[in-house]
């Protein structure tokens, strides 16, 4: 970069005002609303948590940053935007970056971008000379289901549990890299489980592999967890036709646990609703508009379950022809009759493509290193970004209009606020400008946190 020592930068004069800018301000930052995030920890008590899930086997006498405080500036980089661990050579001079990762001396520097790279570097087995600190994936995945138990003061009667997959593509030569047909590129598969907008599983895989692989065991671990708590919830599965598999549907069967699974159509489903088609095509063609005929069945594949279950039809007819869709469930049709199951059950699990794509405004796509672990936590530190963004809307902007709001947009509105920041023996100053627009959402938030 071209050293400058230039102090006073002319710009064409402001009618009779002459126009000068100078670099003697005070220390400014560009996240001055990441105090709500920080007053957000210490409600959830996310960071400490996050730590014990890690080993740290270095030498106490010789550590200049903390463990709790390398968690914390990586988790609190991502929720701020910030993807790369490049980014933190400049980050680390941050004074209020300094406050949110709890270090002591906020003259002395956060760490760099090699300290936090050997942070995710993290080996598989015992510490060695040049990489020791590892983490536990049980700790980890635990702690995703806990927080999620701690956000209801009573245990719901019925839970959804949203299963989906995505890809993350991949330009470099990771391990357990292969092209997938679907997609068409190189990628990882992982697979997320969400219940409503809390996220209980962030699971890396590669992509050679059926999107349901390894769903019966998460699945398995998490209604465990839950059920250790909440002995008597109803727990709902929901997922599209990639999990509809013989093995998910047993152990759902035989675990007390429902499911409303999508299934692919095939011709013969397609002759079981051919009077149901012809009847939404007639009143297609009498109304101009879309046509739905509802109906149910019993069903069982050839070879591939080991029983009859109840299948729900959507014969649909459109302008542009023939629409139909299946669904395979184990709810009574008592109390989930065919349409309601359809409209009202099964099609919300749209609203969980929105929770994902979060995921990726939080950077779970930046999988770049080598190794299936250090990306995995990689993948855990972007999940832990979006647990506290979550816990902020939760927590502070429950009655808002924000409280739904998308990551990138509390990020923009109520994050990214410019502010001044001055440090004396007995004080940390830090001052927005008067003229912020969001200062009620921002006052609001803070007496939420602050009761």
């Known amino acids: 970069m071209t050293e400058c020592n230039q102090t006073v930068f002319p710009f064409e004069a402001h009618f009779s005002r002459q126009l000068e800018a100078r670099f003697d301000g005070s ?14 920890d210490r409600k959830v008590r996310l960071m400490q948590r996050v730590a014990d899930c890690f080993t740290d086997a270095r030498d106490p006498e010789r550590v200049e940053h903390t463990l709790p405080e390398l968690l914390a500036q990586r988790i609190y980089g991502l929720a701020l935007g910030y993807e790369d661990l490049n980014d933190h050579e400049e980050l680390r001079h941050d004074p209020l970056l300094g406050v949110l990762a709890g270090k002591r001396e906020l003259e002395q520097p956060l760490a760099g971008k090699s300290t936090l790279n050997r942070l995710e570097l993290t080996p598989a087995g015992a510490p060695h000379r040049y990489h020791k600190i590892t983490y536990s994936a049980q700790a980890l995945d635990a702690l995703l289901v806990e927080i999620f138990l701690e956000a209801h003061q009573r245990p719901p009667q019925e839970i959804v549990l949203d299963l989906d997959v995505t890809d993350t593509p991949l330009h470099g030569e990771q391990e357990a890299r292969f092209f997938h047909g679907y997609y068409g590129h190189y990628c990882y598969l992982p697979l997320y489980i969400f219940c409503g907008g809390h996220l209980l599983c962030a699971r890396l895989r590669p992509s050679n592999q059926d999107a349901s692989a390894g769903s019966v065991a998460e699945v398995a671990r998490i209604v465990r967890q839950l059920r250790g708590r909440w002995p008597h919830v109803r727990i709902i599965l929901r997922a599209d036709s ?5 093995e998910l549907l047993a152990w759902c069967e035989n675990h007390q646990v429902h499911y409303v699974f999508g299934f692919a159509r095939n011709p013969l489903l397609r002759r079981k609703i051919a009077s149901q088609m012809r009847q939404a095509r007639r009143e297609h063609q009498r109304s101009g508009k879309a046509a739905r005929v509802f109906t149910e069945f019993s069903y069982r594949t050839r070879k591939s379950w080991s029983c009859s279950r109840r299948v729900v039809a959507k014969a649909e007819y459109l302008q542009k022809g023939e629409n139909p869709r299946f669904v395979v469930t184990s709810l009574a049709a008592q109390s989930w009759p065919a349409q309601k199951l359809y409209e009202q059950l099964y099609c919300a699990r749209g609203e969980m ?7 990726l405004s939080l950077f779970s796509d930046r999988l770049s290193t080598e190794t299936m672990r250090a990306n995995q936590l990689r993948l855990y530190f972007s999940s832990l970004a979006y647990v506290l963004l979550q816990a902020l809307r939760r927590l502070a902007l429950a009655g808002t209009e924000w409280a739904s709001a998308q990551v990138e947009t509390i990020r923009l509105r109520l994050l990214k606020i410019a502010a001044e920041v001055r440090l004396s023996a007995r004080r940390i100053w830090v001052r927005y400008s008067r003229a912020y627009p969001w200062k009620s959402f921002f006052a609001a938030a803070h007496a939420a946190l602050s009761g």
């Open 242 to 246: 990639g999990f509809c598999r013989e």
């Open 27 to 40: 220390a400014m930052s560009t996240d001055g609303g990441a105090l709500l995030l920080r007053a957000v």
């Open 353 to 359: 493509e929105n929770r994902i794509k979060e995921q």
